[in-house]
């Protein structure tokens, strides 16, 4: 079965660095790759979605890139503030949103 | 403020008790979707709900029972529960299922109704 990992239970970086997180997967590859933001307590919430026919994506101090050769996709925040420590979740899609396959997630520590 | 709208935000009871969660979405959106949230575990999709029919239910015990009157409602009935089953349980919603991969693919979440089994 398709599984996606984030190699990183936990990130600490300090403000002004810039983040970045992986998401790796197996076996076939993805339609396209989601990332989401999530705090303690709270729902996650959708930040890029990146599709196989792109290398990158970016949003402001985001941006996401997409390598089917490696199986990966990194996520990377510029400019890192303590306002940016939340838990990141990967998520990767075959077709339909009822398709996708989330990770574990990646809680990084902003600090000053 | 998602659009998403879960009660309660949390809920204690025990094995034998009968209760329901409850979401409401204000997006116009056609699929609503319930996941479950442990901890250290990835979100594990439940089931899923396209123009108020069930689309997934991916083999989740009948200790869950889900409801979905209208797109814009979604209820997750909870009967004679286990202790294993304390977590944190998301609804969500896309425009629709198949359309939500093609367009802006993503899904909106709710800010989840945290369970405790005793």
């Not at chain 1, 599709?51 to 925040?77: A, G, P, Y």
């Not at chain 2, 409801?67 to 814009?72: D, F, I, K, V």
């Amino acid at each position: 079965s398709q599984k996606i990992e984030q190699n990183s239970e936990a990130l600490n970086i300090q403000e002004g660095k810039t983040a970045t997180l992986t998401c790796n997967y197996t076996n076939y590859s993805p339609a396209y790759l989601q990332w989401y933001r999530q705090d303690p307590g709270r729902g996650p919430v959708f930040l890029l979605l990146i599709r196989e026919n792109e290398k990158e994506k970016r949003k402001e101090r985001l941006k996401v890139t997409f390598d089917t050769t490696l199986k990966q996709s990194l996520f990377h925040i510029t400019a890192s503030q303590p306002a940016d420590s939340a838990t990141y979740l990967c998520a990767q899609g075959t077709g339909t949103a009822s398709k996708l396959t989330f990770g574990t997630g990646t809680r990084l520590q902003v600090t000053l | 403020e998602t659009g998403v709208t879960q009660t309660p935000r949390h809920l204690v009871m025990g094995m034998t008790n009968k209760k329901s969660l409850k979401c409401e979405q204000h997006l116009g959106h056609n699929a609503m979707y319930w996941y479950k949230q442990s901890a250290k575990k990835p979100l594990e999709l439940m089931f899923v709900y396209n123009f108020k029919e069930q689309t997934e239910n991916n083999s989740v015990p009948s200790r869950f029972s889900p409801e979905c009157p209208n797109s814009s409602h979604l209820f997750l009935h909870l009967h004679t529960l286990q202790p294993e089953d304390s977590a944190l349980y998301l609804c969500a919603s896309s425009q629709d299922e198949a359309r939500a991969a093609l367009k802006a693919g993503e899904l909106f979440f709710g800010e989840g109704s945290r369970l405790t089994v005793l």
